[in-house]
């Protein structure tokens, strides 16, 4: 008994579940500033530069549920070890790949391996430490989650510029087999109590999957073919058959978990629902997952071509551009931690909705972009996005949580997470269109072949042969186009957040830990049976970064 006590009082179970929640919220954003040197290393074009974004973000939010299913289902440390390793011999391969092609494949595989390391992360901190030790841990994991972002910036450009951009890559192997050896030696087993014969609803996995794939390769081959081209009219027509079938098998599923807890003697048949369509109906919670999709895609998604513009236009290095976005996720991380506590005790409609009105704000002040302008132009958004995202992110679970009866609080959590990866994916797939489909009309319209415009659409401005003049203006149009659709997108969520949102204040439906008061302490009762994790809500559990 003594062993165990010590065991939970470790915090190296912590240490490993932080570095691999580090190591994944890192790659979505490490690449950013990478980007313009892999297209001239492997002569990629502005969709494969796309890919290579929104192909990890694709496969992390598509898979982010039946993950936490299976995390639960056949245990959380074994899933958790498995998508490290999978995350490690993929970031391998990306580092290694002889062309854009190659490293598309791997960074989906990555994706894979991000999911079940992200579904395994909170519940295996919820089942290893128990009272005050529970808060604190959450506390730290939300701090270094926070702080990822910002870091896969700045260590982005820092390998790109002093070693080669396969080293933003190469860096996970390591990370990984520390976080592995550590896991081995500290972290124990779990598994959720599950009803008799629950299975994985694989069909809904897969048509979830097709119908998000389908959908992001379909805009991304509209904005570059034509939305004629019958690649792109296919993909966008299979993705709403999946999504159409994906509802009737949700409903169906949901329809049977509800007969079977009916009739306590069938409750065994048939596989969990992996969402809940019926919450829906419920005004606030939809209102909440429109806002985490759209929030997502509205304060980050831009930052990719902010990134491309500082250094294919302004010469920046990738160091230089990575400094020069840092602000945004250094001023998210300082609100969410020194004032999180505070906007908890709130009604989340008003932190969430005020947050998401700042982050639009933010947004709309960078459309100050001109030909001439320096990258210093996009300092006041950075940092109002920054207070925006530390004000709004960390408070919509409990807003989500909020929304739901206690007993729905798992899936609460599980679909947010999916929701704000799937709103960062098609945001990166939508703003690279209208980005590149404003940059070729403005090139195309002073005489530039198509051909070139499209090179200084994809980082290859001084490769291209276009006068400089042109590209500033191109790439100030561009920009402006975009931070005018997500500034929109933005104002829109937050006025719908404080219009059509009720909910309680974290401390009013029981979301402490043991040290204060209200959710029971003992693991199974943290998770719900769809595998996702009932947070800790006084702590930013979610990262207030992508």
Do not use: K
């Amino acid at each position: 008994m003594e062993n165990e006590n010590n065991r939970d009082r470790s915090w190296w179970p912590l240490t490993a579940l932080c570095l691999g929640g580090f190591m994944l919220l890192i790659d979505v954003t490490i690449v950013n500033t990478a980007l313009p040197r892999m297209a001239t290393s492997l002569d990629a074009s502005f969709t494969s530069l796309q890919w290579v974004v929104d192909v990890y973000a694709v496969a992390l939010a598509a898979l982010l549920l039946v993950a936490g299913s299976l995390a639960d289902l056949h245990g959380r440390r074994r899933v958790f070890v498995t998508g490290l390793v999978l995350f490690a011999l993929a970031s391998l391969a990306c580092g290694l790949a002889p062309d854009a092609g190659t490293l598309i494949a791997a960074r989906a595989v990555q994706g894979v391996g991000a999911a079940a390391v992200f579904a395994a992360n909170a519940p295996l901190i919820t089942a290893t430490y128990q009272g005050r030790d529970r808060g604190i841990a959450f506390g730290v994991w939300g701090a270094v989650n926070g702080a990822a972002a910002g870091c896969g910036l700045a260590l982005g450009g820092v390998l790109t510029e002093y070693v080669n951009w396969r080293a933003v890559f190469f860096v996970n192997v390591p990370l990984t087999l520390i976080a592995l050896w550590i896991t081995f030696r500290t972290v124990p087993e779990s598994r959720a109590p599950r009803r008799p014969g629950a299975r994985v609803d694989r069909a809904g996995a897969v048509l979830f999957t097709l119908c998000a794939g389908t959908l992001t390769y379909g805009l991304v081959r509209g904005g570059d073919a034509g939305w004629s081209d019958p690649r792109a009219a296919g993909s966008l027509i299979v993705s709403v058959l999946a999504g159409a079938a994906f509802v009737l098998v949700e409903r169906a599923r949901s329809t049977a978990r509800a007969r079977g807890a009916a009739h306590r003697e069938n409750a065994s048949a048939g596989p969990e629902p992996l969402l809940d369509l019926a919450l829906l109906r419920n005004r606030s919670f939809a209102v909440l997952m429109a806002t985490a999709l759209l929030t997502q895609a509205a304060a980050f998604a831009h930052f990719i071509y902010s990134a491309l513009w500082a250094q294919s236009v302004l010469g920046m290095s990738p160091l230089e551009a990575g400094l020069a976005i840092l602000p945004m996720a250094g001023f998210s991380f300082l609100v969410a931690s020194l004032f999180g506590g505070r906007l908890q005790r709130l009604r989340p409609q008003y932190p969430l909705g005020l947050g998401v009105l700042v982050i639009g704000a933010g947004v709309l002040s960078q459309l100050a972009v001109a030909p001439e302008s320096s990258w210093t132009v996009l300092l006041p958004g950075c940092v109002l996005i920054g207070v925006g995202v530390g004000m709004a992110v960390p408070v919509l679970i409990s807003a989500a949580l909020s929304a739901l009866p206690p007993e729905r609080a798992g899936i609460a959590s599980g679909a947010v997470n999916t929701f704000r990866q799937l709103g960062y994916a098609l945001g990166v797939a939508v703003l690279g269109t209208v980005f590149a489909g404003r940059v070729r009309e403005v090139l195309t319209g002073h005489g530039v072949p198509r051909a070139a415009a499209e090179a200084v659409g994809g980082g290859r401005a001084r490769e291209a042969g276009v006068p400089m003049e042109l590209v500033r203006e191109a790439f100030a149009a561009g920009l402006d186009r975009i931070f005018l659709l997500c500034g929109a997108a933005a104002l829109a969520s937050g006025a719908a957040v404080l219009l059509c949102v009720r909910g309680r204040a974290a401390t009013e439906h029981g979301s402490g830990g043991g040290s204060g008061a209200g959710r029971p302490e003992t693991p199974e009762r943290d998770h719900r049976p769809d595998g996702a994790a009932v947070p800790d809500t006084r702590w930013p559990v979610h990262s207030p970064t992508p």
